[in-house]
């Protein structure tokens, strides 16, 4: 339940934080009567205005004056997965390189722009996106817009910037070579989708990023970053009028079509249990197994099933057998990735070596009594309510709003499903669950992934390799 | 079924004269923040925000694992686990059934000078949740079996954060050579041999003598007024009596260190070593935080960003480090550190990086700040206050974390103009004042290449697959 704030200042920490390819559930949901409550009151009503400007670019936006601030989040689907195999990394680097200097501003005067404005831009790049996030106060909004543009329209990938940048990348990944969370994780979405870009990191690895020069920036830079695979939340102190024109000038010069997507994948994963031996005290593991598409018509009756098995932390049945009655974990949990080009189901826990054998064991059985009995109506009450009520407390904040308002697009939901999500949790019946699990949980394919020095652990044949 | 309405029939202690003292909505600037004490100490803070029908909702007490007995390392924290464990009329695990059973979330959090317990609910669920926390601050009753496990838990814990970690080994031991005598030196997790030494009686022997409304802290943030929330407190918190055992928090003193210390860990997991050197100094004090403000501006112009001073001599002007920065901890109840470091480039020697670095330093002291950069910081911290306005969960942490460190609501709200108001001058000062070798720790994060510190080595990874 809780993490010691132990010296959290360590330098490492910021060439160490990189995303794996894993993408958790977009939709994170909340109870019936704070559900009621929140439908029937004016105030808890999310009104959302599809916003577009005068050449096309569409934005949802929340307008709320209450703080004299504006944030944007944006997200050009494709991502890493647009990489060819031999310059992986590709894409992450370039967006590394978007604020790295601009226009007639080299890196440092573009970061002295920002400090001046008081403002900050952010560019990453994930297996499926290249997203992007703005926060200005109101009274910069035109000139961060402007920074935005620069950065997006105009990068200039100088040789030596590129290098630093480069350089940086190759460190971040050495480091997750070595840690046993990356380890499992990378090594849990290779197997699953083997020969499809979902099995290499969007970072891509050591060999293809030390190889990466500007071309293959430039040619990153032209895949990515399009008007057709763009999408626009803008949240805070700022009317569609204004924001209109704004898009055009900060997006419209992009080029009008994105590269190709690779076709999506079916998840490998048939029951294999991997051990990379790593010398750790506590073994590091993945698993999992098929998940379910975003748009399945089964997708929330999934989600609620998830919330019961391992989602919701504590109250769950992994948490309650795995931590709570035998004290072999800190913390176990279970999420749907419904990524665009391939879906899994994937839990993540760490138990110590000669105990991860038995805690692995009491996640099969959880697995297979689910699959079997599915779960009591007591169950599903509680996990609806607390889904329902709790999907309020995604909306209290600017950056919180902006960042379900790109969630809801990247699901491909309208822009009234906030106000109507909660009556879809609460329809989920019995029989709903129990039909999805019968899809979506299949013991005999659940498989492992696990760092570290494992007791105990027998490994399946289908693992050698 | 529904779990949802509870009724509290555990709060009929002897009444302590139920009585607002002090109630002050409105005091201070218009920044939403207002405060009252209960006649049993029970201190509470509200910043009011209707943008959303959701509260945050956190009771912090003024202990922590700076407080953990000798012998006892980590004791705190195992009751903050400990506290989620059941009470005379709830049982183990109920709490946290009941809060998502109302669509909430809750945790807790534990450090050197406070513990804190945090939930995010519906505004209408407020009640409840003040109900449950009230009662875990008299009641708790948690089942000696549920100890067992949870320690298993917390063991686990430290093997996650600390131990399977490089960085997190390396922070361990670089805390317990910063200070020589002060519990500061301690893990809050607590060292291995003493977490596993922890039992439910200890727990217990501890809540008796650090909980209760005259040591806590009440703060709720969101869609609350003060009014509403100061007679909810009276309701649940007013009747429990101040705990008597609750003394003035008085750790050990450092005594005057005399010598810089250094050390070197090494890992063969370690793929970019760095140097790390940190200082002890001052905090924030209360009505005293002109050389706090200072330093935390020092932090940001040698280490905030690429235009700051460690990241342009080895960053942009050469191509030497990967990464560069500055830290300050500003809030603490007695003694915290300012540091810096710098992660070179693959294959430079930290003797070199150390070198450099220490170069960096030496010219800064001489050459003072950038007034450029400083008027570019000074704006950013301005903007700071008003971007911070979005996150309430933060706001609410900041005067929680600035209240158990001996700090007021006033020195909260006088801060940013304590920041405004550093000038160059004052940071050079600051610099030089801090910079004192003696009161220094060194040091370096290695591979188990070259002593040097070069790249990776080989350690025996590889997959292998068991059972064949």
Request: net charge negative; aromatic share 6%; proline share 6%.
């Amino acid at each position: 339940m809780t993490r010691a704030s132990l010296s959290a200042a360590l330098a490492a920490a910021t060439l160490l934080a990189s995303g794996p390819a894993a993408v958790a559930g977009t939709e994170h949901p909340t109870t019936p009567e704070a559900a009621a409550a929140e439908r029937d009151g004016p105030r808890t009503r999310i009104d959302i205005a599809e916003v577009t400007s005068p050449g096309g670019i569409t934005a949802w936006l929340y307008e709320d004056h209450t703080i004299p601030i504006v944030t944007l989040e944006a997200s050009f689907r494709g991502g890493a997965a647009l990489d060819p195999a031999e310059t992986a990394g590709a894409t992450a680097l370039m967006a590394n390189l978007l604020r790295e200097g601009a226009g007639d501003l080299d890196a440092t005067a573009f970061a002295a722009e920002l400090e001046s404005l008081a403002s900050s831009l952010g560019f990453s790049a994930g297996s499926d996106a290249v997203s992007v996030s703005a926060t200005t106060l109101v009274e910069n909004v035109e000139e961060t817009f402007d920074l935005l543009r620069l950065a997006l329209v105009e990068p200039r990938f100088e040789q030596d910037n590129l290098a630093r940048t480069r350089a940086r990348q190759v460190a971040s990944l050495r480091s997750d070579a070595m840690d046993p969370g990356s380890i499992a994780s990378r090594t849990f979405w290779a197997r699953a989708f083997p020969d499809h870009p979902y099995a290499r990191p969007a970072d891509g690895t050591i060999e293809t990023v030390e190889a990466l020069d500007r071309d293959d920036v430039v040619a990153a830079h032209e895949r990515a970053l399009a008007r057709d695979n763009l999408l626009l939340a803008v949240v805070g102190a700022i009317d569609a009028e204004t924001l209109a024109p704004l898009l055009d000038e900060v997006f419209g010069g992009l080029p009008a079509e994105s590269a190709e997507r690779p076709e999506p994948a079916e998840a490998a994963l048939a029951g294999e249990v991997e051990v990379i031996e790593f010398g750790i005290p506590q073994s590091v593991v993945a698993f999992g197994h098929a998940g379910i598409p975003r748009d399945d018509p089964d997708f929330i009756p999934a989600f609620v099933l998830d919330h019961v098995l391992g989602g919701g932390g504590f109250g769950s049945r992994l948490t309650a057998e795995i931590r709570e009655r035998r004290g072999l974990t800190y913390g176990i949990f279970t999420f749907l990735a419904p990524n665009d080009l391939g879906w899994l189901y994937m839990g993540r826990f760490s138990s110590a070596n000669d105990r991860v054998a038995e805690a692995i064991e009491l996640v099969r059985a959880e697995w297979a009594r689910t699959a079997a009995e599915g779960i009591t109506e007591d169950e599903l009450e509680r996990a609806q309510q607390f889904l329902t009520g709790a999907y309020a407390l995604r909306f209290d904040g600017n950056a919180r709003i902006a960042s379900q308002l790109l969630g809801l697009q990247i699901a491909g939901l309208g822009t009234d499903y906030v106000n109507e999500r909660n009556a879809l949790v609460e329809a989920v019946t019995l029989e709903d669950i129990e039909r999805v699990a019968d899809r979506l949980l299949d013991p005999e394919a659940l498989s492992f992934v696990i760092v570290g020095q494992p007791q105990g652990v027998e490994a399946s044949e289908a693992a050698v390799r | 079924m529904r779990l949802v309405p509870y009724a509290f029939a555990l709060l009929l202690l002897p009444l302590a004269p139920a009585a607002a003292e002090e109630a002050a909505p409105g005091d201070g600037p218009d920044d939403g923040i207002a405060t009252f004490t209960l006649a049993n100490g029970l201190e509470g803070v509200v910043i009011e925000d209707r943008r959303a029908p959701v509260v945050t909702h956190m009771v912090w007490y003024r202990v922590g694992a700076a407080d953990d007995p000798p012998g006892l390392s980590g004791l705190a924290h195992f009751l903050e686990h400990m506290m989620f464990k059941g009470t005379e009329t709830l049982d183990e695990g109920e709490f946290s059934r009941i809060v998502r059973a109302n669509g909430g979330e809750d945790n807790a959090f534990a450090s050197y000078d406070y513990t804190g317990y945090i939930q995010r609910i519906a505004s209408d669920r407020l009640d409840l949740v003040m109900s449950m926390e009230a009662d875990r601050m008299a009641n708790l009753a948690p089942s000696p079996a549920s100890a067992i496990s949870e320690l298993d838990v917390v063991i686990e814990e430290r093997r996650q954060v600390v131990e399977n970690t490089p960085g997190g080994v390396f922070g361990e031991q670089r805390r317990a050579i910063q200070y020589l005598n002060h519990p500061y030196q301690r893990p809050v997790i607590g060292w291995m041999h003493e977490i596993e030494r922890l039992t439910l009686d200890a727990a217990m022997d501890f809540y008796a003598e650090h909980y209760g409304p005259n040591n806590a802290i009440l703060i709720v943030a969101g869609d609350a007024s003060v009014e509403e929330v100061q007679a909810l407190a009276e309701q649940h918190f007013g009747p429990i009596p101040p705990n008597p055992n609750v003394a003035e928090r008085e750790r050990v003193a450092e005594p005057p260190h005399i010598a810089a210390r250094r050390l070197e860990y090494r890992d063969p997991r370690v793929q970019n070593p760095y140097v790390i050197r940190s200082y002890l100094t001052e905090p924030r004090r209360p009505a005293d935080q002109a050389e706090a403000a200072a330093l935390t501006v020092l932090a940001d112009v040698l280490g905030r960003g690429i235009t700051s001073v460690l990241a342009r001599e080895l960053r942009v002007e050469d191509d030497f480090a990967l990464d560069t920065g500055a830290f300050y901890g500003d809030t603490a109840l007695d003694l915290t550190t300012f540091g810096i470091y710098v992660i070179p480039n693959p294959g430079i020697p930290l003797e070199e990086a150390e070198a450099r670095m220490d170069a960096v330093i030496e010219r800064f002291l001489e050459e003072g700040p950038d007034p450029d950069q400083l008027e570019r910081i000074k704006t950013q911290i301005r903007a700071s206050e008003i971007y911070a306005l979005d996150n309430l969960g933060s706001r609410a942490r900041r005067i929680g974390v600035a209240l158990t460190s001996g700090l007021t609501i006033e020195d909260v709200r006088a801060w940013p103009d304590a920041l405004e108001a550093v000038t160059a001058e004052e940071v050079v000062a600051a610099a030089r004042a801090v910079f004192r070798p003696e009161t220094s720790v060194t040091g370096w994060l290695l591979g188990t290449g070259e002593a040097t510190g070069d790249g990776p080595t080989d350690i025996g990874i590889g997959t292998e697959i068991l059972g064949e």
